[in-house]
């Protein structure tokens, strides 16, 4: 920690109280009104002795004071250590299908075998904890889109809230037009060469009041870059009566999803298993690359107010002695002494 002054220079003052004494012409005795008293000689004796005493330490307190007051003035201030911070990056929205689809099982993560949200989780959890500086939030969309956490430098707690989502939380059809125009409203008003949307989907829009294509050019509009994320396996294991069979995946509506990524400026891709989609957003650490500047802050703690609140209390103190009851009582003292 260091200390210095804001304003140095008012230490020039410091010898004031000294020039006012040498400079300023000294008064004539014969010039001052005086009141002729018939103990004069012993009042004249009794300051004399009080001048050898008192009259010096409240001189003495003076110089202090004004000491005090002058380094006030000049704002002594403590300096911390510096502190770097990140210099802020992306707003970035991301989201994410909780649609009913989300739940099929053709994923593997650790040779076993999960659900598409579960490898989407997994992905797109290392991808929040990366995005150091950027502004993230999240949308959660099924019948109906869901903010679920608006744009914030706090990665872990959209982390935390994207791990707790489930299955049919926000219904369990397909709402995209619906996602991205909440993400316009939540983007709208951030710098227009930051507003990104990331789209995660298995299907094919069949709910929402907004058509996606219509979302999609006023997001143009807002110049947000939107990139689409088709997540499903080119088929799947379902089950009937003939047991379990292999079937195409033919939900997601890439054609659309290729036409929202093309309009805002972004990218489409498809996430056939979990290899691809941690190539996909290693993909978009480089197209939206992470803040790398930092900047340098160091706290600064104004200190003024210390030596002023002494100076006070010393000048307090000062006007206090002059009373009759303290002159009496230092009187008392000295008789004693």
Known sequence: MDINFSLPWMFLLLPLPV?????????????????????????????????????????????????????????????????????????????????????????????????????????????????????????????????QAPLTLDRKTVNTLLQESVIGLAGKKTAIGDAIGLAVKRLRNEPEQNRVLILLTDGSNTAGSIDPLKAADLAAQEKIRIYTIGVGADSRVVRDLFGRQRAVNSDIDEETLQAISDKTGGHY???????????????????????????VYRPINELYFWPLSIAMLLSLLLALSKLPFFSLLSRSRARHA
């Open 269 to 295: 891709y498809r996430a056939r298993d979990v290899k691809s989609l941690l190539q996909i957003y290693g993909l978009l650490d480089e197209i939206e690359p992470i803040a790398d500047d930092v900047e």
């Open 19 to 147: 020039l006012v004494m040498l400079l300023l012409p000294r008064v004539d005795a014969a010039q001052i009104s005086t009141i002729r008293v018939p103990f004069y000689a012993a009042m004249h004796s009794q300051l004399l002795h009080e001048a050898s005493g008192p009259s010096r330490v409240r001189l003495f307190v003076a110089l202090i004071i004004w000491g005090l007051l002058v380094v006030s003035a000049a704002r002594p201030q403590s300096v911390d250590e510096a502190i770097q911070l990140p210099v802020q990056g992306r707003n970035l929205m991301l989201a994410v299908d909780l649609s009913g689809s989300m739940e099929a099982d053709d994923m593997v993560i650790g040779n076993r075998r999960v659900s598409r949200l579960a490898a989407v989780k997994a992905v797109a959890g290392e991808f929040i904890d990366r995005r150091v500086g950027d502004r993230l939030g999240l949308i959660l969309f099924g019948d109906r889109a869901y903010l």
